[in-house]
Structures are given as structure tokens and as C-alpha cells.
């Protein structure tokens, strides 16, 4: 039992030191601040308060009512709107409360299709399926990497789906739901986000505004953009109470019994620090990416939307089948430790074996690179892939770019060390 102990702690250091030395470039993917961390090995870990603030099914919930009123405060402040619930533990399960609250089975709900972006939430085999919704995919601009408006709204007139759902994990630009709006009101349906990839950036004022564009309820992971601890949120701006009551019913107890207190606490310290510091924290991610996008267009790499300047977000879409396809480049560039996925592309049949990788630069952009050093990521890049560096020198120069870069920024207590989770918990590391 005890080897089986130091065997899983030594493999969490050895994860944690590989990542130190790593380049990170997981779109979806960020650090989490000193102050957000120690809450989540803190005692509301223990414990259990299902319900409201106020109205628990537990007792000795008194800290954890004042710290969840917080949490929605903060929430309610940061994205201007009347409602919030902190209490879905993921993005998926935010977006099962959604479809718990809004849909049935049988009913058409708009979304993208996978290889144009959207999340697996919108497969048959994902929360689509467990709802059995059937979905109703939009049109879609391959060029503009965005919907095609005018198609877009004449599917929307013809199969009429009552709730339409707007959000993508392969999100290079804002999606046109202001000019689909009247098309929505037209046909009464529901205006939905997902805002998961985004939600820092909305937050910093960055990317798009939903709340006030027409999405009547917006759901969202907590941990990409928006660097806080691995959990979910549901917003709305509505004045209508049996929305803002089918959603919070759906939150529990329909799709969560516990809300993961821990990460509730870490939540409201992540967004207290996105207050302070999450619009120059977006401005950087944004323009990180945007300086990546042009340096590997620059050098041969097939960066898509190149007139759109490739990305008005955190993300990036690289199509690699010159240099051998999503899945064996993800590999080449993890194993020098460049750490990106393999990403489906407009026109992908195979998940497991698309032409694109997707790019992100939340997490470098946290420890402090800016775009001189997203040049030198490109350069090490296109030694690795087009001129034939071998994997020990490229690996030695991707340690040496990281090495400068491992002090956290944009938060309180910034300039603790980022991977070295081990030093807060105080006895020895394994
Ligand atoms: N799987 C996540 C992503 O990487 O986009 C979203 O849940």
C-alpha cells in the first residue's frame, strides 16, 4: 500500500517537473494561482453542502454559505449580469444543466459540427445524446473559420430549433450572434453559449459579449482562458425567474449533488484576480497568439485564416498534413516537449486521425512570455518539423526558452513557482 502511495507521488512530481520544463500549448489548459491552489487541498474538500447559501441540507456550512456567496457575487460583477450558479463541477455538467433546464428528447437544438469546432457536448455520443436532442448544425464559413450567416439563418427558419447553441473548443474568432438575433427572436428560440475557451477573454472585454448579444444563459469550464481551478459556472442575464429557476434546478439536483466546495473557494479567488488583472492578461493571450500565428505562417506552417490575422483569441488551428498529419506531429512536438493535441479540421472525418493540431497561449502567456518569445516557439517548431533538428537539440532549446518562464503573472502572490505544487503542502516531497 505504501509503495503504491510513493509510486503515485513520485509520478505526479515527475508529471509536474516534466511540465516545467515543457512548452505548454494546450488551448484548453492554465495554471492555477498560489492562493486558488491552497484552497483546493483546504477542508472544504471534505465536506459536502448541497443546496443554496442559506438553504443546505447539512449542517456546519455557515463559511461555506458566506464563501458561495462571494463566488456568485464575484461572478454576477465580472460578467454584468443578474444570475449566476457556481455549482456545476465542469463544463460538461454545465452544459447537461443546460440542456437539463432548456431542452427534451426529441427537440432540435442548434450547434456546430465537431469538425468545424464544437465541443463533444454536441455529439450523439456526448450530452446531445444523453438528452436525445437531435442536433441541428449551422453553416459554416471554412474560410472565416466562423458560421455562415446568411445559410446559417435559413436552416434556422426551416428546422426552427427552439434552443440554438453557440460555442466551439476550436475557437479562433467571435461567433455572429448579434446579426443571428432577430433570426432567434424570429423563431423563438433560446440563444445559448458555451463559453468554455473564451471565458477569460470575455471577462478581460476581449473577444465577444454574449450576455448582451442575444445568449440568454451561458455556461462554461472555469479553467482556460479564465485561469481558475477545474470546475463549471452557469450565467444569464434574464429577468425571467423560471429560467433563471429551470437552471438552477437542473444545477441540483439535476446534474450535481455535491458542488466540489474546494474548487468553489479556488473559483472566487480566480475570479477576484481576473477583476484585477484579466483584461491585460486577455490582451496578452490574444496578442500571443496572433504573434504565434504569423511567426509559423512565416515559416511554412499552413496557419489557418491568415487574412483574418489567423485567431482573435487564445487559439490557433494549424493544418500539418505536409508534415505528417495532426496525430504524429502532436507526438514529435510533445516529445521534445512542446505540448499541444491533434485537432479536427473543417473537412476531418477521423477523430483520431485529423490534419490539424490546435495551438493556445493562456499558459505561457500567464508565465510571462510575450511575442518575442512565441518567434522563438515557432522557430523551434519549424527546426523540428521542416528542417530536420534532431530531437535532442530541439528538446535542449525548448528547455532553454522555458526555463526563463516558470514565475506566475497576473495574479496575487505572483512569482511563486508555477509546477512546484509540492512545496505548499509542507512534508517532504516524494
Ligand atoms: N476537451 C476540452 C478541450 O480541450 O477543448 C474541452 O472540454
Not at 147 to 173: H, N
Not at 238 to 264: C, I, Y
Not at 403 to 411: D, I, N, V
Amino acid at each position: 500500500m505504501a509503495a503504491a502511495v510513493e509510486r503515485v507521488r513520485a509520478a505526479t512530481r515527475r508529471h509536474s517537473e516534466r511540465f516545467e520544463r515543457a512548452i505548454p500549448l494546450i488551448a484548453s489548459e492554465n495554471l492555477l494561482s498560489p492562493y486558488a491552489k491552497e484552497l483546493l487541498i483546504s477542508d472544504l474538500h471534505s465536506r459536502y453542502a448541497e443546496g443554496l447559501p442559506g438553504e443546505r441540507y447539512y449542517e456546519g456550512n455557515e463559511e461555506v454559505d458566506l464563501i458561495e456567496r462571494e463566488c456568485l457575487e464575484l461572478a454576477r460583477a465580472l460578467f454584468r449580469c443578474r444570475f449566476a450558479d457556481v455549482r456545476p463541477i465542469s463544463g460538461t455538467v454545465a452544459n447537461l444543466a443546460v440542456l437539463k433546464a432548456l431542452a427534451e428528447a426529441g427537440m432540435p437544438v442548434g450547434t456546430a459540427r465537431l469538425a468545424n469546432g464544437a465541443h463533444i457536448s454536441s455529439a450523439g455520443f456526448g450530452a446531445f445524446g444523453l438528452r436525445s436532442v437531435r442536433p441541428v448544425y449551422y453553416a459554416w464559413d471554412e474560410e472565416r473559420m466562423t458560421l455562415d450567416v446568411p445559410a446559417t439563418r435559413r436552416i434556422l427558419k426551416e428546422q426552427r430549433p427552439p434552443l440554438c447553441l453557440f460555442g466551439l473548443s476550436l475557437f479562433l474568432f467571435p461567433l455572429p450572434i448579434a446579426e443571428l438575433r432577430d433570426t432567434l427572436e424570429e423563431i423563438g428560440a433560446v440563444g445559448w453559449y458555451d463559453a468554455a475557451h473564451v471565458l477569460g477573454l470575455i471577462a478581460g472585454g476581449l473577444f465577444q459579449d454574449p450576455l448582451r448579444e442575444g445568449c440568454a444563459v451561458l455556461s462554461a469550464s472555469t479553467h482556460k482562458t479564465l485561469p481558475g481551478p477545474q470546475h463549471g459556472i452557469l450565467l444569464s442575464d434574464s429577468d425571467r425567474p423560471e429560467l433563471v429557476g429551470k437552471l438552477q434546478g437542473a444545477a441540483f439536483p439535476g446534474v450535481t449533488s455535491n458542488h466540489h466546495l474546494h474548487a468553489m473557494a479556488a473559483l472566487a479567488v480566480s475570479l477576484a484576480e481576473h477583476r484585477a488583472f484579466g483584461h491585460d492578461y486577455a490582451r496578452a493571450v490574444v496578442a500571443n497568439a496572433r504573434a504565434l500565428g504569423q511567426a509559423l505562417y512565416e515559416r511554412g506552417f499552413d496557419v489557418l485564416a491568415p487574412d483574418l490575422g489567423f485567431t482573435a483569441s487564445h487559439t490557433l488551428a494549424v493544418r500539418v498534413t505536409r508534415e505528417g498529419g495532426g496525430e504524429a506531429v502532436a507526438r514529435r512536438l510533445a516529445e521534445v516537449g512542446i505540448v499541444s493535441n491533434k485537432n479536427l479540421l473543417p473537412g476531418d472525418t477521423s477523430p483520431k486521425h485529423p490534419q490539424g493540431i490546435r495551438l493556445g497561449t493562456p499558459e505561457v502567456t500567464r508565465l510571462g512570455m510575450g511575442p518575442k518569445e512565441m518567434v522563438r516557439i515557432a522557430e523551434i517548431m519549424d527546426l523540428l518539423l521542416h528542417r530536420e533538428g534532431t530531437a535532442d537539440r530541439v528538446r535542449a532549446d525548448a528547455e532553454a526558452l522555458k526555463r526563463g518562464f516558470t514565475t506566475l503573472r497576473y495574479c496575487f502572490a505572483a512569482g511563486e513557482a508555477a509546477y512546484r505544487y509540492y512545496d505548499l503542502v509542507g512534508h517532504p516531497p516524494p
